[in-house]
C-alpha cells in the first residue's frame, strides 16, 4: 500500500446510490441495514470523479486499485478494505488487469445504526486486521447463501460496523526504542520460533518487564501479536501460491497442517481451503441471487 499527495481535475459525476456501482455486479444481497456486492471489472479502466451516497466497506480481492481522495493517492494491495463514509469524493483506476471488489453498504437503516452507537471514523484502510477478515467471511456467506444466512451476515455486518467507530482517544503510553526492536523482528522473522527469554535478551531487558510492557502497548500477548503476523502471512502465500497446505504450515512456522488450521480458522473464521477457494478467479456472468 502506498500513498502520495497528486492533484485531480476530473469531471465530477452524480453521487452513486446503495447498490450502484462502475463494474460488473457478479452477486448482491440486500437487507433493511445493508447491501453485499460483489463487482468485477474485466480490465483495467479509470473512473469518473464520483461520490457514494452510502457509508461502505471495500474489500479489493484481486487486481491492483488506486483511488484519490482529499488530495491524496492511496495504491491498494489485495486482502485491503477501505471504509469511506457518504459522500467522500473520489477518482479511481483499476489495474490493466482489472480487479474483483466486494463491498459491504450502510443503507438510511444502517447509518442510523451506527450513527447510534456513537460517531465514525474518517475514511481509513487497513491490511491484516479484524475488518479484512470480517470481510472475507461476508464475501464467503454471499457466495455460499443458506436459510440461515441471514442472521449470520447480519452479526457479521454488525460487527464489522464496529470497527468504524470512533472510540475516546486513550492516553498513548511512548513505545520504548527496545520495544520497538522486538517488534520489529517479530515482523522480519513471523515464521521462526520466539522465546520471550531470547528476544528479552536482544532487547537487554528482563523476560518478565518485556511480557508486560508488551501486553501493556500492544494489548496483547507476543504469541497472540506474532500469531496475527502468521496468518496474515499465510492469507498472503495461499493468495499467491498454490502449494499443499502441509506444506505452507511448515514454511509459515506452524506446528503441522491441522495446527495451521485451527489457528487460521480462530483468527478468519474459516478454513485455509475455504479461504484459497475465495481467492480464486470467479467465471465473469452475472449472478444476483437477492438485488
Known amino acids: 500500500m502506498n500513498e502520495r499527495k497528486v492533484g485531480c481535475e476530473c469531471h465530477r459525476s452524480p453521487d452513486l446510490a446503495a447498490g450502484e456501482f462502475y463494474g460488473d455486479v457478479v452477486s448482491r444481497h440486500a437487507s433493511p441495514q445493508f447491501v453485499l456486492s460483489e463487482i468485477r471489472h474485466a480490465h483495467g479502466r479509470e473512473l469518473p470523479t464520483h461520490a457514494h451516497q452510502a457509508a461502505y466497506f471495500s474489500l479489493l480481492v484481486e487486481g491492483r486499485y488506486a483511488e484519490t481522495y482529499d488530495g491524496r493517492r492511496h495504491e491498494y494491495d489485495p486482502l485491503t478494505v477501505w471504509w469511506h463514509r457518504p459522500g467522500v469524493v473520489h477518482h479511481d483506476e483499476v489495474g490493466q488487469d482489472g480487479g474483483r471488489f466486494f463491498n459491504v453498504e450502510l443503507t438510511q437503516e444502517g447509518a442510523d445504526t451506527l450513527a447510534e452507537a456513537g460517531p465514525s471514523r474518517r475514511d481509513f ?22 436459510p440461515c444466512s441471514t442472521l449470520v451476515v447480519e452479526n457479521l ?34 515464521d521462526r520460533r520466539h522465546f520471550t527469554s531470547a528476544l528479552a535478551r536482544e532487547a537487554g531487558v528482563h523476560p518478565v518487564h518485556l511480557a508486560s510492557v508488551f501486553r501493556r502497548i500492544h494489548r496483547q500477548t507476543i504469541g497472540e501479536y506474532l500469531r496475527v503476523l502468521r496468518v496474515r502471512q499465510a492469507a498472503n502465500l495461499l493468495r499467491r501460491a498454490d502449494m499443499p497446505l502441509a506444506q505452507a504450515a511448515v514454511m509459515l512456522g506452524f506446528a503441522d497442517q491441522a495446527h495451521f488450521t485451527r489457528i487460521f480458522g480462530d483468527v478468519v473464521g474459516m478454513t485455509p481451503s475455504a479461504f484459497r477457494r475465495l481467492l480464486r478467479p470467479r467465471h465473469t456472468g452475472c449472478r444476483i441471487p437477492n438485488a
Request: hydrophobic residues 40%; aromatic residues 8%; negative net charge.
Open 157 to 190: 455486518v454488525l460487527e464489522m460496523t464496529g470497527c468504524a467507530l470512533r472510540y475516546p482517544e486513550q492516553p498513548v503510553s511512548p513505545q520504548p526504542a527496545w520495544l520497538g526492536l522486538v517488534v520489529q523482528k517479530l515482523h522480519d522473522e513471523p
Open 125 to 146: 484502510h487497513e491490511q491484516g486486521t479484524r475488518v479484512v477478515w470480517f470481510t472475507c467471511r461476508l464475501l464467503h456467506e454471499l457466495r455460499h447463501w443458506q
